[in-house]
RNA sequence: GCCUCGGUGGCGGAACUGGUAGACGCGCUGGAUUCAAAAUCCAGUUCUUUCGGGAGUGUGGGUUCGAUUCCCACCCGAGGUACCA
């Protein structure tokens, strides 16, 4: 019989369900430990071999810290609101929540076959009304308030129109929108309530604006900046265009300074704390006011090169920019609004394609330099970006390249403003070696002190001022989509109006079509039961709209990271109805520990959900303004898909060692499930697979068919997908957990091949014949040698190490190395055996827990302490001990004593480097442990 | 272009602060067991060699008694970002 892991795994899985063993709870005297894995989108195709990596080495750090003496919440949930569940509604007429009941229904089957130590009782999904309700909740707040500079956090937007009764908002220090009115006092007073709300919104953290936004058509919806990859829509590879839209927005970029500064704190990788700060992008510089002759206007630029302004020979707008109708000279007219009809057509692919050939047209206006007051030129272009700084540059084109390319194609003359460089060839981009010349007041300074210099001067003549910058923009948060979590708003005057808290959670009412309406508006357009009577204060047919008390309700819905954002916090308390999560709940759990998941995440989610936290953690909501202390990126796994070779405009297919270069082939992918360890395929089911292959010729060599191999990402389209279901069948769950540890770092992609599990598998294999012969239970009592305790130990002690940096690939080396010893000893003692066992059961929790139960017939494997190697045989009998070597160095040796004397000398005779060192006065009683020179003096 | 990380056998990958490079596993080779297969066990497996050795961690330099590890330059790969003024 031997290792039986179908009926084992079957046997402890029941037994951790019924008794709830990894139920975490809310109170108790342990210290608290908190391991999140990134919750999963359920989607259709369930899970592949890949996708439970994090949810593995979370599983091992959460039984091993429960081990540990920890009290863990290792919660687990669904990020249930997403596009396919919605594009197959528009294809089926099938409600998205039935396809994500379904497709949740089979991802906890999977999860449930692997054996993790999840705590079901807390699951979260985020299109759950009981959970949404709280989303709605957070959106409202982040309505509710502002963002107050001089406090440096948010505050109630009660508290804004107290100061604006009082002061109007010349004074205010606070995050707005660019084009906010100054008003006084008196004014304030003066605005009626629609113009009041208008002026407030401007305000708000989450906002209404017509902005310039992503508009993918083929998916009928904007997106955020982080859902496009490479110009076109990360989810089905889409052009992307701009188009001005109303929308609402996110107001994060009042957060970017404390975005950046809260990286320092957390245990992030370092790669993606870096991508953050990119994102972010904060650049020093300075704010230029430019006056339009003839016009009683400023143009505002922002620089980072303010020591330049001497250089500048043109001004380039946006061509977005409301400004420029303005300003245009009649005459250009035609040119200028030709070239803004053109840009407005292009996708932002075709825009980033052509990033050398810069275009642009003149206004036929001109600004007055501050300083020289020259006449300067402005143009339009689109190399200008408007939402970057003011949409406004100050062109130097002897040191910005772009400028020097602009200047050259369009004649516009240079102006050298450095001393001893030509620019025959490019502008100067230096900044170290730059003495700026020619240039008044700065003439003869670097730029360092020029900096210092100009903004002083531009200070003090008012036409200027120091600033930083970020390149963080504000999140759009519509999408005109259905299947998201409703906006609580509605529209009374055309300005929003926040749904009451106490009527909260604003359901998804039923629609026809998924689709949007026949006007273009989004999908929620469909429902008959869409408006919100405000005295009834209730969701009421669209057909009232006009009554005296009934108001349109938002259409757009949020988008994929709403929910994402704040999860963390409801798993703390996740049945509470109450309250997001309970205060209580809330200072226990405080944070996350160790969050598991992908770098994807990296510029979207994990950005965003910082943003909230940040945001709650103003409003005293949560105890900490960072949710989580460490993050580990798991690497993805690859698959490695199957070629095999048809020679061209035939029905034969090459064996691949049959292809050579004269041979005119095209490879084909074939299932690599119908391909065994050596590469060998198996015909007769290939014919099976694909109607294609039916009746081809199949050239083999030496009797076999092998494949080409290629590592590529795991899709079901590559015919790569490896299900776990077929490999915990055929292996069992603990070996997969242990196998997909051993394939490498957790932090690096990796490639999937079936062949290397059956190593694994057979050290499972043979840490049951330690304690089974031919099915005779072979474990006895008897007192441990000295060798078997040093195996014992030496694996305690890597284990821990290598548990606690992570690397679970040397883990199980050591374990494999510590079994191969045993084995070789013929050791079948439960002194070793049962400490042994709790070291795997982090990886191996179900052949562990049915050892151990033979073992020791003790309660839960669960709750015995992790075993520690610092009271062991191998620590306390070594010491260090020094040793001169040539006069000039000192060495420390670590020394094990008790060692039996042919050991010894062998292992001195072995090497000679070591008799070297030792010349004369070798010990009778050490054994030399190479490696372990940690000092060296001179 | 810029930022970040990486480059070690046939393959996945070890090597903590510089100290016997290639742990562990896969694959491969030979052997044992078996009617045979599976399973299991044992031995070998960086390259090269005239069997003394010699070479070897992307390339070329440097520091050091000693470098996969530190420094400089370059080449290659992965990820991020992209007219950010």
Not at 305 to 315: A, K, L
Not at 350 to 359: F, P, Y
Not at 518 to 532: V, Y
Not at 861 to 879: C, H, I, R, W
Request: hydrophobic share 35%; with cysteine; proline share 5%.
């Amino acid at each position: 019989m031997g290792y039986d892991f179908k009926n084992i795994e079957k046997k402890w899985q029941a037994y951790w369900a019924k008794n709830q063993t990894f139920k975490a709870d809310n109170h108790s005297k342990k210290p608290k430990f908190y391991v999140l894995d990134m919750f999963p989108y359920p989607s259709g195709a369930g899970l592949h071999v890949g996708h439970p990596l994090g949810y593995i080495a979370s599983d091992i750090i959460a039984r091993y810290q429960r081990h540990r003496g920890f009290n863990v919440l290792h919660p687990q949930g669904y990020d249930s609101f997403g596009l396919p569940a919605e594009q197959y509604a528009i294809q089926t007429g099938q409600h998205p929540a039935k396809t994500t009941e379904e497709n949740i229904k089979r991802y906890r089957e999977q999860l449930d076959r692997m054996g993790f130590s999840f705590d079901w009782s807390r699951e979260v999904r985020t299109s759950a009304p009981e959970f949404y309700k709280w989303t709605q909740w957070i959106f409202l707040l982040l309505f509710d308030h502002y963002y107050c500079k001089e406090a440096d956090k948010a505050k109630s937007i009660a508290e804004l129109k107290k100061y604006f009764e009082k002061e109007g908002n010349l004074t205010i220090k606070a995050v707005c929108d660019s084009d906010t009115p100054s008003f006084t006092a008196e004014q304030w007073h003066s605005f009626d309530t629609t113009k009041k709300e208008a002026l407030l919104l401007k305000y708000r953290l989450t906002y209404l604006s017509e902005t310039e936004v992503n508009w993918c058509a083929d998916l009928g919806t904007v997106l955020a900046n982080d859902e496009i990859i490479n110009g076109v829509s990360e989810r089905g590879g889409f052009p992307v265009t701009k188009k001005k839209m109303k929308q609402w927005s996110m107001r994060i970029g009042a957060y970017a300074e404390r975005l950046l500064q809260g990286l320092e704190e957390i245990d992030w990788p370092d790669s993606l704390k870096e991508m953050q700060r990119n994102w972010i992008g904060k650049s020093r510089g300075a704010k230029v006011f430019f006056q339009i002759e003839g016009h009683n206007k400023k143009i505002e630029v922002f620089t980072t090169r303010p020591d330049t302004i001497f250089g500048v020979t043109f001004m380039t707008l946006a061509p977005e920019l409301d400004l420029v109708q303005e300003l245009t000279h009649p005459d250009y007219k035609g040119a200028v609004t030709a070239y803004i009809e053109e840009t407005q057509k292009r996708t932002q692919r075709e825009r980033m394609a052509d990033v050398k050939n810069c275009t642009g047209v003149f206004t036929g206006a001109y600004v007055i330099h501050p300083f020289t007051k020259e006449r300067i030129p402005i143009w339009i272009g689109d190399y200008v970006l408007a939402d970057y700084g003011t949409g406004a540059v100050m062109a130097v084109p002897c040191g910005d390249q772009r400028d020097y390319d602009f200047a050259k194609k369009f004649q516009i003359p240079i102006k050298n403003i450095f001393k001893g460089v030509s620019l025959n060839e490019e502008a100067f981009t230096d900044k170290g070696t730059a003495v700026i010349d020619q240039s008044d007041f700065l003439s003869g300074l670097t730029h360092k002190e020029a900096m210092k210099v100009v903004i002083q001067e531009l200070e003090k003549q008012k036409c200027g001022e120091g600033t930083i910058n970020y390149r963080l923009r504000d999140a759009i948060f519509s999408r005109q989509r259905y299947w998201g979590e409703p906006i609580p708003i509605y529209y009374k005057n055309q300005q929003p109006q926040a749904i009451p808290v106490k009527q909260l959670p604003l359901t998804l009412p039923k629609v026809e079509n998924y689709l949007p309406t026949q006007e273009g508006a989004p999908p929620l357009g469909n429902a008959d039961q869409w408006a919100w009577d405000t005295k009834k204060e209730k969701v009421v047919a669209n057909k009232y709209i006009d009554h005296k008390d009934v108001f349109p309700l938002e259409l757009n819905t949020m988008p994929g990271w709403a929910g994402s954002s704040w999860y963390f916090n409801r798993y703390m308390d996740a049945a509470n109805d109450t309250a997001f999560a309970g205060e209580d709940a809330l200072n226990y759990w405080k944070e996350v520990d160790l969050y598991l998941g992908g770098s994807e995440h990296a510029t979207g989610h994990l950005l965003y959900s910082r943003f909230w936290q940040k945001f709650l953690y103003d409003l005293g909501l949560v105890p900490v303004h960072e949710y989580a202390k460490k993050l580990i990126n798991q690497g993805m796994i690859l698959g490695t898909s199957a070629f095999i070779y048809r020679k061209a405009g035939t029905q034969t297919y090459l064996s691949s060692n049959l292809v050579d270069s004269t041979e005119k082939v095209e490879p084909i992918r074939v299932d690599v499930n119908l391909v065994n360890s050596a590469d060998e395929l198996d015909i007769e089911k290939v014919k099976q697979w694909q109607p294609q292959f039916k009746e081809a010729i199949f050239e083999r060599y030496q009797g076999t068919f092998k494949v080409a191999r290629e590592v590529e990402k795991m899709s079901k389209s590559k015919y790569n997908v490896v299900n776990p279901d077929e490999i915990c069948a055929q292996y069992g769950a603990d070996t997969l957990r242990m196998y997909e540890m051993f394939l490498g770092p957790i932090e690096q992609a990796k490639p999937w091949n079936t062949a290397g599990i059956s190593g694994v598998y057979n050290f499972l294999k043979k840490y049951w014949r330690l304690f089974y012969e031919e099915d005779q239970w072979i474990v006895q009592d008897s007192e441990p040698t000295k060798k078997e305790l040093k195996v014992l130990h030496e694996t305690i002690k890597k284990l821990r190490e290598d548990i606690e940096n992570f690397s679970f690939n040397t883990c199980i080396s050591a374990l494999m190395i510590g079994v191969n010893e045993l084995t070789a000893l013929k050791c079948h003692k439960s002194s070793i055996l049962s400490p042994l066992t709790i070291l795997l059961s982090p990886f191996a929790p179900h052949i562990a827990s049915e050892l151990w139960e033979h073992l020791g017939n003790k309660t839960l494997l669960d709750f015995e302490e992790f075993p520690l190697a610092e009271a062991s045989y191998l620590v306390e009998n070594t010491k260090n001990y020094p040793v001169s070597f040539n006069g000039k160095m000192r060495f420390t040796l670590e020394l094990a004593l008790d060692l039996d004397q042919s050991a010894i000398q062998e292992a001195v005779l072995n090497d000679l480097r070591t008799v070297d060192y030792l010349a004369g006065k070798t010990p009778k009683k050490w054994i030399i442990v190479p490696n372990k020179i940690i000092n060296i003096v001179y």
